[in-house]
């Protein structure tokens, strides 16, 4: 290929134009004059999804068979850098393998609320955990020649709204929280894309925010990649040019590429910004055009490492003793998804797995003895009396139930919010009448985000497998059975009850979604609830041996605190221990949480055996983001290193005293945001607190803009007018089909999957805006359609016929240029 700057000379605006956008859903433009190859990416972030000709982002149709690895909730769970890089590498080579050169993800949102229901995608609560898993998966794509694509890009964190809401929140919490793992990623391993978000931040959507794309990504931060747009995440494709976002996906949308074209020759878009995201993408093309199509690799192996990983990643919650189990004793055995696992989550992230063990297979496979009865079908959210009674009669003549649980694909996905907290009924009836047959109890659970567990003193042992991927069955196997040893800990708060949550009641309640507890987020929040406690704290993990904590030494090296302790195994089982560092705060007139995870290690010990953990931080990431003066800034003060088992259990602390900083004067006043200084109270801030905060008033987007419809009202809006009611009822009646179908056919995966598809249709279409339907429909649902239906449900009949009359008139795509 010849260099970037002789391309653009030798490109017209059209060929640019048709190079911004993709093209049949998956894959840039070739621009065969030039020998422009195209590129081809897709998900995601725990496998390969490689779809044929029939393509979605949704999930709804089928892929190559790949290897389905644990979820970002799961991975995150493992604390293991090095295994996250590891199954990076893998899915790099089957992408080369798929002949795929640009790989969706790591998809690193921060999780605000467990009723996102996205969480099962990404790590974590807290930024710093987000950010080193998130480079450890870069490193991983990237090491091995396939790109990435960071998402999304950013404070993306709720579905029902993902399409049109409007993340407000306050600068702080922006860079400290939100931007933060972005940011530590960007900088460290140079990700090649970035994937800009579907929703606004402050009013301006992610995919035109100047402010996001160019000012803090490129200038701030050093980013020299591609910025894509989130499947159908463009607004207005000319404002989104000079904010920075280079790419359109899935593209096909003429309305788009003819702006590009009149704006260029009316002069509203300078050349210069073209041409400069044309590098970018052309950049993009030559980074990763080269892959070595039909590598081959090992399957077996690849269900392997992802099996290995699903067994370090689960977190034993609770045991009373009771495990690790017999492998000679019986046992009842209940619970549909002992069968049926739920191994990962639904949506674009989907995987055809290449092979699969349930744990019923993986029983079988070792010959345990146990009675098995399914007690609820996972399909389903009643109770059915058949189920139950034999689930009953079988749990009655055991000594030890095993009840394996969770979140389904019906009340968890990509695309809407979950419900509620808790479990699906039919599932917790059946526990509630388990636990009073007084037999001794081991709950496996499986799901993306924290459940209720209103039932947890009634039961003697909860072993979180979280959404373990295609080999998860083997791993919860060898742990129950006592081959491995869990030393997963959770890298999210699991709170009692979903009233904890801070805000949860107005979650996702209007398009503005108030951030209004700023930086408190997760242990930072919970952290001040210490009186009423939490379910289990941020980084909660049992293992089957025991491990003690001793020597805590804090050294500076420059700008650079280098904390070692040592770790022994005091138990009887070989076994791994997650060390966590976090550094408390000074007392001061700014407000801050009492700790940050700054640090953390992981090492594996036999029994008997001592190892030195060497864990480091830097000056830097003691600062706090200073609104006034836009720059971070280190405190001087009295800052304690805590060594820890989990955010509320410290081993052993070192304090640590900083001086040498200029003294810089705090930008809040403590009378005008009390409860930002008192979190323990953060459930009053009022909407003034808030704005003070802020620093200006909200301007909140209204449910129904103005009374007219736009092309960002949400499905359901449209409801009020007549056609809108039509269309609506046209749209959602078509998973409802497909849903009714389902209770007529046998039980099967072909039922399944007819079921999973209708219900998912159901609840996240509702959620979508005809702008975001237009856009990601690669041309199917035309820009001039949907805009005349927007001048149609607002009454003016002739414009909207008009609108739709008129296509765009455009020259063919280069490479459909004879
Ligand atoms: C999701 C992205 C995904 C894209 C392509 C979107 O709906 O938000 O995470 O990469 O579809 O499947």
């Known amino acids: 290929m010849q260099t970037v700057n002789e391309l653009i000379q030798r490109m017209t605006v059209e060929e640019k134009a048709a190079l911004m956008a993709g093209v049949d859903f998956w894959k840039t433009n070739s621009i065969p004059r030039l020998s422009i190859p195209s590129i081809y990416m897709t998900d995601g972030p725990c496998g390969l999804r490689k779809q044929g ?6 999930g709804l149709n089928n892929s190559e068979q790949t290897t389905s690895f644990p979820t970002g909730v799961t991975l995150a769970a493992s604390w293991n850098r090095d295994n996250i890089r590891k199954m990076g590498a893998a899915i790099a ?23 996102c229901g996205r969480n099962f995608e990404y790590f974590s609560e807290d930024p710093y955990l987000s950010g080193i898993l998130g480079s450890a998966f870069v490193e991983g794509v990237q ?10 890009f950013a404070v993306n964190n709720n579905e029902n709204y993902r399409f049109m809401g409007d993340s407000v929140l306050d600068e702080r919490a922006l860079r400290e929280i939100y931007l933060r793992a972005f940011e530590r990623i960007v900088k460290n391993t140079k990700p090649v894309t970035v994937m800009s978000a579907y929703n606004k931040i402050n009013g301006v959507f992610c995919s035109e925010n100047h402010r996001l794309l160019t000012e803090i990504l490129r200038e701030e931060w050093g980013f020299d990649g591609a910025v894509i747009s989130d499947w159908g995440a463009v607004s207005d494709r000319v404002d989104g040019i000079k904010a920075g976002m280079d790419l359109e996906m899935p593209g096909d949308c003429e309305y788009f590429r003819k702006s590009i074209i009149d704006t260029v020759h009316s002069g509203e878009l300078p050349i210069s910004a073209l041409d400069q995201s044309v590098s970018n993408i052309l950049k993009l093309i030559q980074r990763t055009h080269d892959i070595q199509y039909g590598l081959a690799y090992d399957r077996e192996e690849h269900h392997n490492l992802s099996g290995e990983i699903a067994a370090d990643s689960a977190v ?45 297979t993986a029983f079988d496979q070792r010959g345990i003895r146990y009675d098995y009865a399914s007690g609820y079908r996972e399909s389903e959210f009643e109770s059915e009396p058949e189920y139950v009674n034999s689930a009953m009669a079988k749990a009655q003549s055991a000594d030890v139930v095993l009840f394996f649980a969770g979140q389904t694909d019906y009340t968890e996905s990509e695309g809407y919010d979950r419900e509620s907290m808790t479990l699906p009924d039919n599932q917790l009836a059946l526990l509630r009448k388990l636990v009073q047959l007084n037999k001794k109890i081991v709950l496996v659970l499986f799901g993306g985000s924290p459940v209720e567990l209103p039932f947890e003193d009634e039961v003697h042992a909860i072993l979180n497998m979280y959404l373990p991927g295609q080999a998860g069955g083997e791993a919860a196997a060898q742990l129950l059975f006592g081959e491995k040893n869990p030393s997963g800990k959770l890298a999210e708060t699991w709170m009692k009850s979903y009233t904890d949550v801070p805000f949860g009641e107005q979650f996702v309640q209007q398009k503005s979604e108030l951030y209004k507890e700023s930086i408190y987020v997760g242990y930072r929040y919970y952290d001040f609830l210490l009186g009423e406690g939490v379910r289990y704290p941020f980084g909660h993990g049992l293992s089957y041996t025991q491990f003690a904590y001793e020597s805590l030494q804090v050294q500076q090296d420059s700008e650079t605190f280098i904390v070692t302790c040592e770790i022994s195994n005091t138990g009887q089982m070989e076994g791994g221990e997650i060390i966590q560092v976090y550094v408390a705060n000074p007392t001061s007139d700014v407000f801050k949480p009492t ?13 008997g055996e001592k190892k030195q953990v060497k864990m480091s931080f830097t000056l830097s990431d003691l600062a706090y983001y200073h609104v006034d003066r836009k720059e971070w800034v280190v405190e001087n003060g009295d800052y304690q290193v805590l060594i820890a088992a989990s955010a509320t259990d410290i081993r052993l602390s070192a304090s640590l005293s900083i001086t040498s900083q200029p003294d810089i004067a705090s930008p809040y006043s403590r009378e005008q945001l009390k409860h930002y200084f008192s979190p323990h109270l953060l459930s009053q801030v009022s909407m003034e607190e808030f704005e003070v905060l802020l620093g200006r008033k909200v301007t909140r987007s209204s449910n129904k803009e103005s009374t007219k419809y736009t092309l960002d009202s949400r499905l359901d809006e449209l409801r009020e007018s007549f056609i809108g009611n039509l269309f609506y009822t046209f749209v959602i009646g078509i998973g409802k089909k497909q849903f009714n179908r389902s209770q007529k056919m046998p039980e099967g995966p072909e039922r399944d999957m007819q079921r999973k598809n209708g219900m998912f249709l159901m609840k996240m279409m509702p959620n979508n805006s005809i702008r975001s339907m237009s856009v990601s429909s690669t041309g199917r649902f035309g820009y001039h359609i949907a805009a005349g239906l927007i001048d149609l449900l607002n009454g003016q009949i002739m414009q909207g016929i008009k609108r739709m009359l008129r296509k765009e008139r455009l020259s063919p795509l280069p490479k459909d240029q004879k």
């Open 316 to 360: 034993l919650m609770k045991n009373d003793g009771i495990l690790p189990l017999d492998s000679s004793q019986n046992y009842a055995v209940i619970g549909e998804l002992f069968e049926k696992m739920r191994f990962q989550g639904a949506g674009s992230s989907l995987i055809n797995p290449s092979k699969l063990t349930s744990p019923k």
């Open 595 to 607: 700790k940050e995870l700054r640090a953390f290690g992981k090492v594996y010990l036999k029994p």
């Open 53 to 58: 000709e029939k393509a979605d982002h949704l």
């Open 93 to 115: 080579k089957e992408c080369h393998h798929f002949g795929v050169n640009l790989l969706l993800g790591p998809a690193v949102n921060i999780k605000r609320n467990p009723k």
């Open 143 to 152: 090491n091995e020649g396939i790109g990435v694509s960071l998402k999304h």
